[in-house]
């Protein structure tokens, strides 16, 4: 899945591995990478299972985390998911916020000067399972419609199928409401002046009005849960400068969370 050194080159002191192993780590522990390194040098067992002969200083460590790409994450995640072999008949999506830099949000709350744009994170939940089917990021506020087609296309391999034939429903919250809704997703359309005009949208809200009575939409609370246990668990701040890698801690995050479920 990844290559056993960055560079043929390289100093071959670690393997790529084993330091995206410390990186993932160190995300689920929320630690910052000088905190990792002295968390490493004071946890023989957990070097002794990395195979770690020396611990990595807390620039290789920031060096590892910006050459892993999102597809390498995004194969570690698919791996996991096809070894436990998730099959899921209701796929929730939820999007959470991650603020762009270390001070909580009371500390901005007191100064009275919050953030106006912050790091999205946006999750496809299988609702049996709770695993992170698929994810996206961006920046918030925002509408959410712009990554379901994204969202849909990843997640729709962990969906059940009997035969050919779909078998699994998607839910989500008005946010995603838009154009590229399909049929037999349930989300609450959004009424604009108070109506619904179009037969379709009319359509779509008596089907989530009925699944809300089913106990159905019900079940989207579990992306919200979700969400609540990656902050709650592994920080609801984001630690990167760069903006690049500002999207790519989102993602991280939703692959820890698999690994800890």
Request: one cysteine or more; aromatic letters at 10%; charged letters at 25%.
């Amino acid at each position: 899945m990844l290559p056993r050194y960055s560079h043929p080159k390289s100093p071959h002191h670690f393997t790529l591995p084993q330091l995206a192993a410390c990186v993932l780590l160190m995300f689920y522990l929320d630690l910052s990478y000088r905190d990792m390194e002295e968390w490493l040098l004071a946890s023989d067992r957990v070097c002794q299972e990395l195979g770690l002969s020396r611990i990595p200083d807390h620039t290789t460590l920031q060096r590892t985390f910006q050459k892993l790409r999102r597809l390498d994450f995004e194969k570690m995640k698919n791996q996991l998911l096809e070894e436990i072999g998730v099959d899921e008949e209701g796929i929730a999506c939820d999007s959470t916020g991650f603020s762009p830099g270390q001070a909580s949000l009371y500390y901005q709350t007191r100064r009275g000067r919050l953030y106006r744009h912050w790091a999205k994170g946006v999750y496809a939940v299988g609702i049996a399972s709770q695993f992170i089917l698929s994810w996206r990021s961006g920046w918030g506020p925002g509408s959410d419609v712009a990554y379901l087609s994204g969202l849909r296309r990843d997640a729709r391999r962990y969906g059940h199928y009997q035969g050919k034939r779909k078998g699994w429903v998607l839910l989500a919250d008005a946010g995603f409401d838009g154009q590229t809704v399909g049929d037999d997703e349930l989300i609450p359309p959004v009424r604009r002046g108070g109506s619904l005009l179009n037969p379709e949208r009319r359509g779509r809200a008596e089907r989530v009005s009925q699944a809300r009575l089913d106990g159905l939409f019900g079940q989207r609370w579990k992306a919200e849960t979700v969400n609540s246990v990656i902050k709650r668990k592994f920080g609801d701040t984001i630690r990167s400068r760069k903006r690049s890698l500002q999207r790519r801690e989102p993602i991280v995050k939703g692959l820890v969370y698999n690994i800890h479920l």
